[in-house]
C-alpha cells in the first residue's frame, strides 16, 4: 500500500517562497510518476505539475510555469514543488499525487496525500 504525505505548507506574505516535500512509503519510489494538484475555497481541483520516473520530464500547468518547479530525489522518495513569488490567489491545499502509469492533467491519479494547506496573505 502506498502512501503519499505532504508537509511544508504554512501561511506566508505575499511574494515568499514555499516549499513542499512529499515523502512516499510503501513500494519503489522510482516507479512511480508523481505529481501536484491543489484545491482553493469553492474551485475545482487544479493540475500544478507532473514529473516524471527519472525527474527529466516536467509538465506544468500554465499558470504555473516559470514560478513553480517540481524535483524529485529517488534516493529519499521525497518529490518537492518550490513555489515562488506566491499570490494570494496561490492559496489553497496541495496534494501530492502519484501513479506507476502516466495520467497526466487529469484527476485519475491513483494515489493522493492528505494535502498540506498553503495561504498567502496579501
Known amino acids: 500500500h502506498v502512501q503519499l504525505r505532504e508537509s511544508g505548507g504554512a501561511l506566508v506574505q505575499a511574494l515568499a517562497s514555499l516549499r513542499l516535500s512529499c515523502a512516499v512509503s510503501?513500494?519503489?519510489?522510482?516507479?512511480?510518476?508523481m505529481g501536484w494538484f491543489r484545491q482553493a475555497p469553492g474551485k475545482e481541483r487544479e493540475f500544478v505539475a507532473s514529473?516524471?520516473?527519472?525527474?527529466?520530464?516536467?509538465d506544468y500547468a500554465d499558470t504555473f510555469k516559470g514560478r513553480f518547479t517540481s524535483s524529485r530525489d529517488n534516493a529519499k522518495n521525497t518529490v518537492y514543488l518550490q513555489m515562488n513569488s506566491l499570490k494570494p490567489e496561490d492559496t489553497a491545499v496541495y496534494y501530492c499525487?502519484?501513479?506507476?502509469?502516466?495520467?497526466?492533467?487529469?484527476?485519475?491519479?491513483?494515489?493522493w496525500g492528505q494535502g498540506t494547506q498553503v495561504t498567502v496573505s496579501s
Open positions: 499525487v502519484g501513479d506507476p502509469s502516466i495520467i497526466g492533467r487529469v484527476s485519475k491519479w491513483d494515489y
Open positions: 514529473i516524471s520516473r527519472t525527474g527529466s520530464i516536467i
Open positions: 510503501g513500494r519503489t519510489f522510482s516507479v512511480y510518476v
